[in-house]
């Protein structure tokens, strides 16, 4: 998100960024400033700066449909004329019906049945949506095909300097408390994955990071031997140019999956599964190394810590497919042709 802003900045637009559950800190306001964003904050829960705005707004781009279909009608109502884009970020009933289908449960497939009628009413509501791969605008045009649908996939800064395969070591796991697919996965990693690798590499290291992650998944920290739990990091750059691996063994999930696009672009190769793949057209051993079951990831994991060439020739890979499909340059015409003209304030 904040990559973005900086880009709609650079079209020319004045960009303004509302927090609907909390003020950020201090620290990420004077971050946001210095890229020439207005910060606005909640008060008491009531949009005071939409009652009195000024500001001729060409467009609003509300994050998640849950906002949206809160927001979008009051927009409508308040701001006409302004274009109303939809950033699904990912497909919130995609990825329940998934989790139900894993966990063969009858109520989470009924609750991700009203997801999906609610998020396609959004969809049919806005003037755009935005999608982070082909894959979930192909998927739409099916289920929506008068909506506009558009690619605006997960914008990361291009790293140039990769440190080497010697004098990494370790494993790195990315994934907040707060989603459901990150705590389906770091169960699985600590019970079934990781203590397959540690069987056969006694000395490696597991680097957990995410907010709330121990927590919301019930870890007792004494019983993962090897295991290093970080909590929130905010940049996360000392961890990908010093681990070995980046390790995604999600099993439900929509999108195209953050943790798996940072690495690559840092030239971190990532052991992932085909849900953790999604939306980036990875070839196994080639782009990254992807498998389904914990005893075959366990062992890719293995494989690729051990493997200089191999590791050597995933870094390489997933940085240049990376540049290839997800590239600044791409997003910034979308958006260029897409948006209205920036109105000078």
């Not at 990376?322 to 910034?332: A, E, H």
């Amino acid at each position: 998100m904040y990559t973005l802003m900086q880009l709609l900045v650079s079209l020319g637009y004045a960009v303004t960024l509302y927090c609907e559950d909390e003020a950020p800190s201090a620290e990420d306001v004077e971050r946001l400033r210095a890229i020439d964003v207005h910060v606005l904050f909640p008060v008491d829960g009531y949009p005071h700066w939409l009652l009195d705005a000024t500001t001729p707004y060409s467009a609003i781009i509300v994050c998640r449909y849950h906002l949206a279909w809160h927001w979008m009608p009051l927009l409508r109502h308040a701001l006409p004329h302004a274009l109303q884009i939809l950033d699904t970020v990912d497909l919130h009933h995609l990825r329940e019906r998934r989790e139900a289908y894993l966990h063969q449960s009858a109520l989470r497939r009924t609750i991700a049945a009203q997801t999906r009628r609610h998020e396609m009413r959004m969809i049919r509501h806005a003037d755009a949506t935005w999608v982070v791969s082909t894959a979930e605008r192909d998927y739409l045009h099916d289920l929506v095909p008068d909506a506009q649908i558009d690619v605006v996939p997960n914008l990361h800064d291009y790293v140039d300097c990769i440190a080497p395969f010697d004098g990494r070591s370790g494993l790195l796991f990315v994934g907040g408390g707060r989603h459901p697919p990150n705590i389906d996965a770091i169960t699985w990693l600590l019970r079934e994955i990781f203590p397959r690798i540690r069987a056969q590499l006694p000395d490696v290291h597991l680097h957990v990071v995410g907010d709330g992650i121990v927590e919301a998944a019930g870890i007792v920290r004494e019983r993962h031997p090897g295991v290093m739990f970080h909590g929130h990091v905010p940049d996360l750059a000392s961890l990908l140019a010093t681990c070995r691996i980046s390790i995604a063994p999600l099993r439900f999930g929509a999108g195209v999956k953050g943790k798996v696009t940072q690495a690559l672009v840092h030239g971190l190769p990532v052991v992932t599964t085909p849900i953790g793949a999604e939306g980036l057209q990875l070839e196994s051993r080639t782009h990254a190394m992807i498998e389904d079951a914990a005893s075959a990831l366990a062992s890719a994991a293995v494989d690729l810590h051990e493997n200089p060439a191999l590791w050597q020739r995933l870094s390489d890979n997933g940085r240049l497919i990376m540049r290839q499909r997800f590239s600044l340059d791409q997003v910034r015409a979308t958006l260029a042709a897409r948006l209205p003209a920036p109105t000078k304030t």
